[in-house]
């Protein structure tokens, strides 16, 4: 149980790539921290970084009070489940929950023992016999975290944990990740590309893009208040929708009406000036009536989502999304009043991208 | 449906025909000289024909008196069992390192070496290597034709194991390093059974080549009593100054059950297959 503090880290690749661009983050003991971003952000090489699979160019990373910056990766009391889960084939499924413990040169009987008290605790029963080839997605998932946690490390990594496993089992495995971790309470990182799984199971996100980072915060934070217009539209199971335009005496400009201007902003932004406004499809709200300070559009598409209908509206030359309760949905079409929540759209600088308030 | 064009249906059945009959002969070609392999050996007479044997045992009696026969077998898993050693070891050793380190014209490097290969074990190399191993008093040696078989196969062994172990995802290894295994522990522990499969083909691709490799041996090798079977089967002849065919014919067969033993059992042991890992 330790924290990970990295100062100024970089690794550059021969060629002058750098995967991770001046990194500076200190995930604290126990949390359970989510590196999150695009394919190619640099998130699995920061992870295997942390690992030691890959040699740190500049900068420093700490592991407690230890500096492991340029530690064997069997030094650094680090654990890993790789994406594919790395699980040896011609090793029944005990031997590999305790080759761990076979390289600390722990006796047999112990090590076996060790290996059942282990796969008791993630649901291994009866299967200590089997074959890594014999065995489910989700049970390949969990004799890998049991090999990760049967040597009780101090940090635990994880690299696409739930990538591997079909989409109904990816929610119970997600669920299951969420228990073991608060269980073990081991400092974890995890990687993923996937947005809504990282702000289900984090406790903090870092949002990457290009080696760097962009956010650092809770879920609801990163989701409520990005701090770009990147992680706006990355965070979010329907992108937030961004729409360029100028604010007005009544608000900001939206088709031939506007919308009130975001609470957050007031007093940071003056009429005439150039900004994008983002509000989330699920804080706009959809009527078939006037409503005040709301803009008129018209239903292009409509979406279900099971209990509630995603709509496409046009207002003037801009495209919205706004998610409808089922009941409430219109046709394509219709035409209605799309009204903000000030509270929850903000506004962000169109040239540097960053959020004004 | 309409019956298919006469014309088409004739056609149809000379091709089947012809077919058969080009499978026949094939079938044939190949079966022929095994037939013999089995029969000749027991027939108290042989030919070089294939024909039902006068059944005895006899030609065996006198291949066991032969002074050189059984021990030339010897000899020859003597040459065979010390190159699969030296070649699987090296081998694999160099192939998990070519596999796994990145260097420049590693490819061409390995295209170089397995298109000079058979210059090493070629007849053309015969007279130098003879003059190599007279100089490095290896003459007349089992080792030095075990070095000299080992050097012509290696390359080929070394570009087959590179292509196996380009195929086992680095994970495996990754995730050992994580739990604090050195190098040697993890050709131990993961790559060796891991390739284990590709290292069985290999030895028995080894023990074929030299079982059956006659030149190498012949030149090198200068007493009978350290020559393979390959070499002394040349030495069967009558008095008459004929070929010995009950003699030879015999041999063969006993010359031949080693390979097929062996085969079978790398098959059962080690098996041809590949752990049912995941394999992405």
């Known amino acids: ?357 | 449906m309409s019956a298919p064009a006469p014309r088409s249906t004739v056609r149809h059945y000379v091709s089947r025909v012809a077919f058969v009959v080009v499978v026949v002969l094939v079938a044939a070609f190949f079966a022929l000289p095994l037939t013999w392999l089995v029969t000749a050996p027991f027939d108290a007479s042989p030919t070089l024909t294939v024909e039902w044997p006068q059944w005895t045992l006899a030609n065996f009696r006198s291949l066991a008196e032969n002074p050189y026969a059984l021990r030339s077998i010897g000899n020859s898993l003597v040459l065979g069992l010390g190159t699969i050693a030296v070649v699987v070891t090296l081998g694999a050793l160099a192939a998990y390192a070519l596999s796994r380190v990145r260097i420049p014209g590693r490819d061409g490097l390995l295209y170089a070496l397995l298109l000079l290969s058979s210059v090493v074990t070629g007849t053309a190399a015969m007279v130098p290597l003879f003059q190599l191993m007279v100089q490095v008093g290896l003459i007349n040696t089992q080792t030095g034709v075990v070095l000299a078989m080992s050097g012509g196969l290696l390359p080929t062994v070394v570009f087959i194991l590179k292509d196996f172990m380009d195929s086992i995802p680095k994970s495996y290894e990754e995730s050992a390093r994580l739990y604090g295994a050195r190098p040697g522990q993890i050709l131990r522990h993961v790559v060796v059974p891991i390739a284990r499969p590709g290292l069985a083909f290999v030895s028995v691709w080894v023990l074929v080549q030299v079982w059956g490799n006659f030149l190498l041996p012949f030149i090198l090798l200068r007493s009978p009593e350290s020559q393979p079977a390959a070499v002394i089967m040349y030495t069967f002849y009558t008095e008459s100054g004929q070929a010995d065919l009950s003699l030879i014919s015999a041999f063969s067969l006993v010359f031949s059950v080693p390979v097929i033993a062996i085969y079978f059992l790398v098959n059962r042991r080690y098996g041809f297959r590949f752990h049912g890992g995941i394999k992405s």
Request: aromatic residues 6%; proline residues 5%.
């Open chain 1, 1 to 357: 149980m330790s924290t990970i503090t990295t100062r100024g880290l970089v690794k550059e690749y021969p060629g002058g790539v750098r995967g991770v661009d001046g990194f500076d983050v200190t995930i604290e003991d126990g949390e359970f921290f989510a590196l999150l971003g695009p394919s190619g952000c640099g998130k699995t090489t920061l992870l295997r970084s942390i690992a030691g699979l890959e040699a740190i160019t500049e900068g420093t990373l700490h592991i407690g009070d230890r500096d492991v910056t340029n530690a064997q990766p069997g030094e650094r009391g680090v654990a890993m489940v790789f994406q594919d889960y790395a699980l040896f084939p011609h090793m029944d499924v005990a031997d590999n929950i305790a080759y761990p413990l076979k390289i600390r040169k722990v006796p047999r009987t112990q090590r076996r023992q060790r290996a059942d008290e282990v796969g008791a605790g993630l649901a291994l029963h009866g299967l200590s016999e089997r074959r890594p080839g014999q065995l489910s997605g989700g049970q390949q998932q969990r004799v890998a975290l049991a090999r990760a946690v049967a040597t009780q490390p101090e940090v635990l990594l994880l690299d696409e944990p739930l990538s591997n496993l079909d989409a109904r089992l990816r929610l119970e495995a997600r669920t299951f990740l969420k228990v073991l971790q608060r269980d073990l309470k081991v400092t974890t990182v995890f990687v993923t590309h996937d947005q809504a799984e990282a702000l289900a199971l984090a406790d903090r996100i870092a949002v990457m893009q290009s080696g760097r980072l962009q956010q650092l915060g809770a879920p609801h934070e990163v989701f409520q208040r990005p701090v770009n217009t990147f992680v706006a539209s990355f965070i979010g199971s329907n992108p937030m929708n961004l729409v360029t335009t100028t604010v007005t005496q009544a608000g900001v400009r939206l088709g031939d009406g506007a919308v009130r201007l975001p609470e957050t902003a007031a007093g940071l932004v003056a009429p005439g000036d150039e900004v994008v406004w983002g509000a989330r499809p699920e804080y706009l709200r959809w009527s078939v009536e006037r409503l005040d300070d709301a803009v008129e559009a018209r239903v292009e598409v409509v979406e279900n989502l099971g209990a509630s209908v995603l709509l496409t509206a046009t207002v003037g030359d801009h495209r919205l999304q706004v998610v409808v309760p089922e009941e409430d949905a219109p046709a394509a079409g219709a035409r209605g009043w799309v009204q903000a929540n000030a509270r929850r759209s903000l506004l962000f600088d169109p040239r540097t991208t960053e959020l004004i308030g």
